[in-house]
């Protein structure tokens, strides 16, 4: 059965940096992988999908990519603001397996 | 605007009283999902219907059952809940369950958070 892990579980960044967040998943044979932004005590935001056929999407300051072959996938988020504070979490939507995510703090 | 609308927001309930969530979707997408949530932890599919469809995940337990009585809405429906029931509840939505061209983009509602008392 598909196991999705993220890593770290908690990052604390000054604002300002670039930072990675990482995503692995051990069937590779998905359809596609989907990023979520969640705030505290609420639901999820869709942030970028990427089918199977591509490597990469990007959405203003984020860019996820995909490797299917190695099982990984990374959230890149440029120049990082306060405002991205939140728990960072990937998903195989297909099968409904999500991981726990990376709990980001953004500080000034 | 089309979205995903959870009611309510926020349920207390007592040990063993039964409480029913609520889910409604104006996206008219034939997959609709129940997720749950504890902290700090990965939302957990409890089940999803296609269509009228009905799907259960082997590990959900009895104490939960949902109805979908048309596209727009589905409820979930604890029996009994436990203390270990205290959870945010996720409904959402995807136009589709199997493979399609566009992929599976799952738009979620803001959740209910329960509490039992």
């Known amino acids: 059965k598909q196991e999705v892990t993220q890593i770290p579980a908690a990052l604390s960044v000054p604002e300002g940096e670039n930072l990675v967040l990482n995503c692995s998943f051990t069937?590779?044979?998905?359809?596609?992988l989907q990023w979520f932004r969640q705030d505290p005590g609420k639901g999820l935001t869709s942030l970028l999908l990427?089918?199977?056929?591509?490597r990469e999407q990007t959405s203003g300051r984020l860019n996820a990519s995909l490797d299917k072959s190695s099982g990984r996938s990374t959230l890149y988020i440029a120049a990082s603001q306060p405002g991205d504070s939140a728990t960072y979490l990937c998903?195989?939507?297909?099968?409904?397996?999500f991981g726990a995510g990376t709990r980001l703090a953004v500080h000034p | 605007d089309a979205m995903v609308i959870q009611n309510p927001r926020y349920q207390v309930t007592q040990f063993g009283k039964p409480v029913t969530l609520s889910c409604s979707q104006t996206?008219?997408?034939?997959?609709m999902y129940w997720y749950q949530q504890k902290s700090s932890q990965a939302p957990k599919l409890l089940f999803h219907y296609y269509d009228k469809d009905f799907n259960n995940e082997a590990d959900t337990p009895d104490n939960f059952q949902s109805r979908r009585p048309n596209t727009s809405f589905c409820f979930l429906d604890i029996r009994s809940p436990g203390l270990g029931d205290a959870a945010m509840y996720l409904c959402a939505t995807s136009r589709i369950g199997g493979v399609q061209i566009l992929g599976e983009t799952q738009y979620f509602g803001p959740g209910t958070r329960l509490l039992v008392l």
């Open positions: 990427i089918q199977s056929s591509q």
């Open positions: 996206l008219n997408h034939n997959v």
């Open positions: 998903a195989v939507p297909k099968e409904a397996i």
């Open positions: 069937d590779s044979a998905i359809y596609n």
